[in-house]
C-alpha cells in the first residue's frame, strides 16, 4: 500500500511541477511581448496548480486512510 500510495503521490508532484511550468512559459511569452497580463499568469498559474495538488492530495489521503 505504501509503495502505491507514494507512486500517486509522485504524480501529483509531477502534475503540479507541469501545469506551474506552463504557467510560466505563458508568463514569459507575455513578458517578452511586452504585455502587463503576465503577472496574471504567473499568479493564475501558482494558484491553480497548487488546488489541484491539494485537491488531488486530499483525495489520495482520503483513498489510503
Known amino acids: 500500500d505504501k509503495e502505491n500510495y507514494w507512486?500517486?503521490?509522485?504524480?501529483?508532484?509531477?502534475?503540479?511541477?507541469v501545469l506551474f511550468i506552463i504557467s510560466t512559459n505563458i508568463s514569459?511569452?507575455?513578458?517578452?511581448?511586452e504585455n502587463n497580463l503576465w503577472?496574471?499568469?504567473?499568479?493564475?498559474g501558482l494558484i491553480i496548480s497548487s488546488v489541484v495538488a491539494i485537491i488531488l492530495s486530499i483525495n489520495l489521503k482520503k483513498k489510503y486512510k
Open 7 to 17: 507512486k500517486e503521490d509522485t504524480k501529483i508532484l509531477n502534475l503540479f511541477f
Open 39 to 44: 503577472i496574471f499568469s504567473l499568479v493564475a
Open 28 to 33: 514569459f511569452i507575455l513578458l517578452f511581448n
